[in-house]
């Protein structure tokens, strides 16, 4: 059965061994169906973030509590069981085919002899079927390519059937099709009742997929909330500086906003068209 995938960091401190302030009184708090977006500037804690909610990085002051439980007293079986955690990239490449690489998720649910169940495969042709990869699951994971392998891990994450997930930069080397499909499998997960924190580069992504953002700076929360609260001019700008213009996409669930990096003031101004910024439909030109 799938956890409820609730976890909750309380003034969270870490500092790095240069001494250089890594997250500075954190306060981080995920229930059934969030899906938070983390985003910042390079440096400012996001990743640190993730390791420490992970119980990958002992925090220098705060608690991550995941499901009523302290994470540091989770065994790695009960932690997978209960968390997926998505890295940027393979630090190596195991010489193992991408179905095994996959079938790797499902750990926490062997049984006393550990040996895999029906169950077990089934879950595993799920997942690769959900990220494109089910045509490549007799391959070696190190003959695919970098965008690839983030699928291979995204799948082995589906595989693994945990309550929440911990995701950073899911569309890393990802092509424009499968950076979309990378966050609508998350939002899709989210929407079964589970949790997820997405560190991520991407404004826009960002600003269709997540129900809340929190914009990071220099090892503190700067803002949260829904994207359209946060991605503002007058909230990003001071992290960010003035590179970036502002608009208003139409969806089907209703407007969202968008952000365009221009390195040009007269390009900038043209896109925001006024201080209201500017709107544009389905199909239509900025």
């Not at 910024?277 to 389905?282: L, R």
């Amino acid at each position: 059965m799938v956890s409820a995938g609730e976890i909750r960091g309380r003034d969270l401190r870490h500092r790095f061994s240069s001494g250089a302030r890594a997250l500075d009184g954190i306060d981080v708090e995920l229930g059934p169906g969030d899906l938070l977006c983390v985003v910042g500037p390079n440096g400012s804690g996001k990743s640190t973030l993730l390791r420490v909610l992970a119980g990958l990085l002992v925090p220098d002051e705060g608690e991550v509590v995941l499901d009523g439980r302290a994470v540091r007293s989770l065994s790695s079986a009960e932690r997978a069981s209960r968390m997926a955690v998505v890295p940027q990239s393979l630090a190596g490449l195991p010489d193992v085919r991408v179905r095994d690489f996959v079938m790797g998720g499902r750990y926490a649910h062997l049984g006393f002899f550990g040996r895999h169940a029906p169950e077990d495969a089934e879950a595993v042709d799920r997942a690769l079927a959900d990220t494109d990869l089910d045509e490549m699951a007799d391959r070696l994971l190190a003959e695919l390519s970098g965008g690839q392998r983030q699928r291979a891990l995204l799948a082995r994450a589906l595989a693994q059937g945990s309550g929440l997930w911990l995701v950073d930069e899911p569309t890393t080397s990802l092509d424009v099709e499968h950076q979309v499909r990378a966050f609508e499998l998350i939002a899709e997960i989210c929407k079964t009742g589970r949790s997820a924190l997405v560190v991520t580069h991407d404004l826009n992504l960002a600003s269709q997929f997540a129900t809340e953002i929190a914009l990071f700076d220099r090892g503190r929360v700067a803002a949260r909330g829904t994207p359209g609260e946060v991605l503002r001019r007058e909230v990003l700008e001071p992290v960010y500086g003035p590179h970036l213009s502002y608009g208003t996409l139409e969806t089907p669930g209703g407007p969202r906003p968008f952000v365009v990096p221009f390195p040009d003031g007269a390009a900038r101004a043209r896109l925001d068209g006024g201080p209201g910024g500017a709107s544009t439909g389905p199909g239509g030109g900025g």
